[in-house]
């Protein structure tokens, strides 16, 4: 560590030419950076990891007992409101904590939770996990914030940057995704990663998908995408308003009731979901391709592309820890609960180079900041706006 301030120390003071020169040794050591603090915590994993995992589960199972059961014979609102919380955290722990970080890849390392690798694992969420994988894991991670290869840029058909043609649909894309879209947010997934809305772009709007990364669904057909698309949403649907309120009707008790309060905590888990995502997506700058040219040039891009916002460990975990958004898009296949620790090591790093760490002081601040993004690109520009790159390096 010593030696490489003093390296830092010599770029600061030696000329502009012999500074350039030295870029891609800066890179160089920027990557060696990162990479260690990769391997430290791979090092790490162990039980410990396991445990919290499978704890995670058994959570998240005792949730669902009480809250379904609470709902199931709640004599009134102080009951019901009680068990919609419950199922809510149950629904919530299923679909980001644990399953968002299980498709990463996180617990992959472990052959005794067999169950608990990527390609096993089976989301109790209405989301395909084979088209997650290949458009989050595939394209997200690698290509974050590039122009026309990142598809989570502009999730659906919303604009984020100026170089997106806009479209007089754009106007209203505030008040449709905060009363359309994240309501329901977890159901639209498909749309992005089985490549439905490139296919309503392409007929919907004059300039197609220009400005929008397109998603590779692997030669498979429509009607294998759409079949693909309703099992996954139907095995959700069914277990929360076909089969619990069939139940409750069953044995005596209100199926409405029980209905009500599944639809209920699927839209908080669904508004939870997407502000979390949304607001520690920082959409600006926009990268340039050549981010993938050198390992250090795209840890660098990933610092610009994403942003934190503070909250406690406990939160952290109903938050699936992506307020550490940053630590998650350098190391997206460590588990997620040592990005706290993490985080400390990311940030002095950036404080030795002079990269900035971006970080919201909460969870508020950081969705008003998301929600002005999507206002400020509702409009047209008032010029030709200019693709912004990574500033570091």
Excluded at 71 to 91: D, E, K, Q, Y
Excluded at 218 to 245: D, N, W
Excluded at 336 to 362: F, L, Q, T, W
Aim: glycine share 8%; proline share 6%.
């Amino acid at each position: 560590m010593f030696i490489n301030v003093l390296r830092i120390n010599r770029f600061m003071t030696t000329s502009p030419s012999v500074v350039a020169s030295d870029a891609d040794a800066r890179l160089d050591l920027i990557e060696q950076e990162f990479e260690a603090i990769k391997q430290r915590y791979r090092a790490k994993l162990g039980a410990d990891d396991v445990a919290y995992i499978r704890g995670l589960r058994r959570k998240s199972r005792i949730c669902e007992v009480l809250g379904r059961g609470l709902l199931w014979i709640s004599p009134g609102p102080l009951t019901f409101a009680l068990g919609v919380g419950f199922v809510w955290l149950h629904r919530n722990l299923e679909a980001i904590e644990i399953g968002h970080n299980v498709l990463h890849g996180q617990y992959d390392y472990f052959p005794e939770i067999p169950q608990f690798h990527s390609h096993n694992f089976k989301w109790k969420a209405p989301v395909d996990e084979e088209g997650w994988r290949r458009e989050h894991n595939g394209q997200h991670h690698v290509y974050t914030n590039v122009y026309e290869k990142d598809p989570d840029l502009n999730h659906g058909l919303l604009r984020t940057n100026d170089l997106t043609p806009w479209q007089p649909s754009h106007r209203y894309q505030v008040p449709l995704y905060l009363f359309g879209v994240y309501p329901t947010m977890l159901y639209r997934f498909n749309g992005q990663n089985l490549g439905f809305a490139q296919e309503y772009r392409a007929q919907a709007f004059p300039t197609g998908n220009q400005g929008y990364a397109l998603v590779d669904t692997e030669g498979a057909t429509q009607q294998q995408l759409q079949q693909r698309h309703r099992r996954s949403i139907g095995r959700v649907l069914f277990k929360e308003y076909l089969l619990f309120p069939a139940l409750a009707a069953l044995t005596g008790y209100s199926a409405l009731k029980v209905a009500l309060g599944n639809m209920l905590a699927d839209a908080i888990n669904n508004y939870w979901i997407a502000f979390t995502i949304q607001a520690t997506h920082f959409t600006e700058p926009l990268q340039p391709e050549q981010a993938l040219q050198h390992k250090g040039r795209w840890y660098l891009s990933q610092l610009d592309s994403s942003v934190n916002f503070k909250g406690s460990r406990r939160m952290s975990i109903l938050w699936g820890h992506l307020n550490y958004q940053i630590e998650h898009h350098l190391f997206p296949d460590i588990p997620s609960r040592h990005y706290p620790d993490m985080a400390k090591e990311v940030k002095a790093v950036c404080a030795r180079y002079n990269i900035p760490y971006k970080c919201n002081p909460g969870w508020g601040k950081a969705i008003r900041n998301f929600v002005g993004v999507m206002w400020k690109y509702s409009f047209p520009p008032a010029r030709s706006g200019s693709q912004g790159g990574a500033h570091h390096a």
